[in-house]
């Protein structure tokens, strides 16, 4: 680390006062505005002695004085870190934003530096940057463009602003390759599951630039800070990164999601966490949980270095839960530590053609062999049971701008792997409901329109290679009249389409007719608004072919209030039972001439949820909630 020295006005260090001990607040004049430091000393501080210094910043929305208040009052800190001078800068008026906004103002973070220093006398090879939510979000930043100022960064569940914060995309500016030069502690609460992605994603890439990080998941702690349980762990990590002599972690695999061949070469991702080089790692490969003949790597790992390593694994047609352990390292050693020796991947294994494409999917089941890639961020596809065109599910998406930045952001979703050859004029057909928002003054000086796309692309070669054949977004798309207009909270972002706003839309593929390993997808690109449900997708030419997945059972009006209608379409109801919540019979029928239509009184009823179970004359069963209103 480099010494350093700040020159300061005599002026500056009357203002703050010499040796002053406990809690107490300063006032610096940056960027024309007097800006807030508070403090905490030891009270029996000696200049003759040196001190550590962390230098903590707060999260959204909170002060300095309530943050060090938090940190030294109520957390008791000093405990943990003795002979520690602790100095926390404001963020300014602009108190929702973090310390680089607006641009410059995290040179406050210097400025608080240079102050703690001029004052006390500060160990200037063990400085810590600690920051909590959006603090701890800046403190990635500033600490990993200014490693040679700090000792190590302490990130309490560190505000990243999603996954294209994460990766850089927006320009958040995280400078991964400098995090070879300096420890890094992060702790998160696994309660507080909207940072999660975009928190793990920063993890893999610090591992991924030779990062000495130490990531702790805290059990049923939501956006808090962690207790003195973990960070007693924090100071010993600092000073000794590597915990054991040897320590491969697996911490990454790489393979797609779906193979047209019986052969996988998942490509693990290893760091060495311990203070030994690695020169040789015995892998064994895994497949649906049997272990596999052993593999050899050899090569060096210096500590906390990493490698890609592939492995080739076998398997057969169908879904196969591939992975890998880590076994002895360097022949003989064993690997001191566990629990992260493992890693595995879901994968689908296409052999041979695909399926024939004459069905129906209504999402209601388990969409067999649809791929539903795992999302890096909360705006996914998900079964929704709101909103649906027939059934009890529909897929559904949004985005809006009240959650992240998500501009950019492709979700996406695929069907199984479909041969296109076996039916005479193939072709695809979807039921739509769509709507976007659209902002107007006083909310923006003009009126914004933020429009998501659906874009659907098909590959000929099992995913190889796609071309896009449809893609539309805004009016064009919209399946309402008009659009969400001033959403101004989450719930409001969201469409719940009537009967008839929804659309079918249809889109031929006699193009690509010849195609046996034909795959389609459909991709959800984030405009910042928009709120779209997908159901009831179909492939082939024939409309009349079985639709073993449809539900037929139709129950109206839902919620009910004096009666409800069974419509089981085409088929004879031969049983009815309502049950309430507690699982108690509350209506049994038993028609004697067999309709497809049957009317039941709901009046007695107490108001709630209940279930209507109907046998049709071919003894298969449908079932559908309902809801009784007083």
Not at 244 to 256: E, G, K, S
Not at 470 to 479: C, E, I
Request: proline share 5%.
């Amino acid at each position: 680390m480099r010494t350093f020295t700040f020159f300061l006005l005599t002026t500056f260090v009357s203002i703050l006062g010499l040796a002053q001990t406990g809690n107490f607040t300063t006032k610096l004049k940056f960027n024309n505005e007097d800006r807030t430091i508070a403090w905490y000393v030891p009270g029996d501080y000696d200049d003759s002695k040196s001190y550590r210094l962390i230098i903590g910043l707060h999260g959204l929305g909170d002060n300095a004085s309530n943050y060090r208040n938090a940190i030294i009052n109520s957390r008791k800190w000093p405990s943990i870190f003795p002979n520690t001078i602790f100095a926390f800068p404001d963020g300014g008026e602009d108190q929702n934003s973090d310390f680089y906004a607006p641009q410059g103002d995290e040179v406050f973070i210097s400025k608080t530096m240079e102050s703690a220093i001029a004052t006390y006398n500060i160990d200037e090879e063990h400085i810590v940057l600690q920051g909590f939510s959006l603090g701890g979000s800046s403190a990635l930043q500033f600490g990993l463009n200014h490693t040679d100022k700090f000792e190590a960064l302490l990130l309490n569940t560190p505000a990243i602003q999603g996954y294209a914060m994460a990766t850089n995309r927006l320009g958040a500016g995280y400078s991964y390759a400098n995090a070879k030069d300096i420890p890094i502690f992060i702790s998160h609460g696994a309660d507080d599951a909207i940072y999660t992605p975009s928190i793990n994603e920063a993890v893999r890439r610090i591992k991924m630039n030779n990062g000495k990080v130490k990531y702790i998941l805290m059990a049923n702690v939501g956006h808090s800070l962690p207790n003195h349980t973990i960070m007693n762990q924090v100071q010993p990590f600092f000073d000794q990164p590597s915990e054991n002599a040897y320590d491969v972690d697996a911490f990454d695999i790489q393979l797609p999601t779906r193979i047209c061949s019986d052969q996988a070469t998942p490509v693990v991702l290893v760091q060495n966490r311990g203070s030994e080089n690695i020169t040789s790692i015995d892998f064994i490969p895994m497949l649906d949980g049997n272990k596999l003949p052993e593999v050899n790597w050899s090569g060096s790992i210096a500590p906390f270095e990493t490698a890609s390593i592939p492995v080739h694994v076998s398997g057969s047609h169908g879904t196969h839960e591939i992975g890998v352990q880590v076994g002895n390292l360097n022949t003989t050693n064993t690997d001191e530590n566990a629990e992260n020796n493992t890693i595995s991947h879901t994968v689908y294994m296409n052999v041979g053609n695909g399926e024939t494409p004459n069905f129906v999917e209504d999402f209601e089941g388990d969409s067999e062999n649809w791929l539903l890639e795992e999302s890096k961020t909360i705006f996914s596809w998900y079964s929704d049971d709101e909103v649906r065109k027939s059934g009890d599910y529909s897929l559904g998406n949004f985005n809006t701008l009240f959650i992240f930045n998500t501009l950019g952001n492709v979700e996406h979703f695929e069907s199984p792997v479909l041969d296109l050859s076996k039916i005479t004029k193939p072709g695809l057909t979807f039921d739509l409901a769509y709507n976007y928002h659209r902002y107007t003054p006083p909310y923006f000086t003009d009126t914004v329109n933020l429009t998501d796309t659906l874009e659907i692309q098909i590959s000929t070669n099992c995913g190889a290679d796609y071309e896009t054949i449809f893609r539309q977004w805004g009016d064009a798309l919209a399946t309402a009249d008009q659009p969400i207009i001033n959403p101004l909270q989450v719930s409001d972002c969201f469409f719940t389409p009537t009967e008839h706003q929804w659309k079918n839309i249809g889109i031929n593929l006699e193009k690509y007719k010849d195609a046996k390993n034909a795959v389609i997808r459909f991709n959800y690109i984030s405009g910042l608004g928009g709120s779209i449900n997908i159901d009831n997708i179909e492939f082939g030419s024939d409309l009349n072919a079985p639709r073993p997945n449809v539900n037929p059972l139709n129950i109206y009006p839902n919620p009910a209030q004096d009666f409800i209608q069974i419509d089981l379409g085409d088929f004879a109801i031969k049983h009815v039972q309502i049950i309430d919540a507690l699982g108690r019979v509350k209506e049994q029928k038993i028609p004697t001439i067999g309709p497809t239509k049957l009317t039941i009184s709901t009046q007695e009823f107490t108001p709630g949820l209940y279930t209507v179970q109907v046998v049709d004359q071919t003894l298969k069963t449908y079932a559908k909630k309902i809801v009784v209103q007083p």
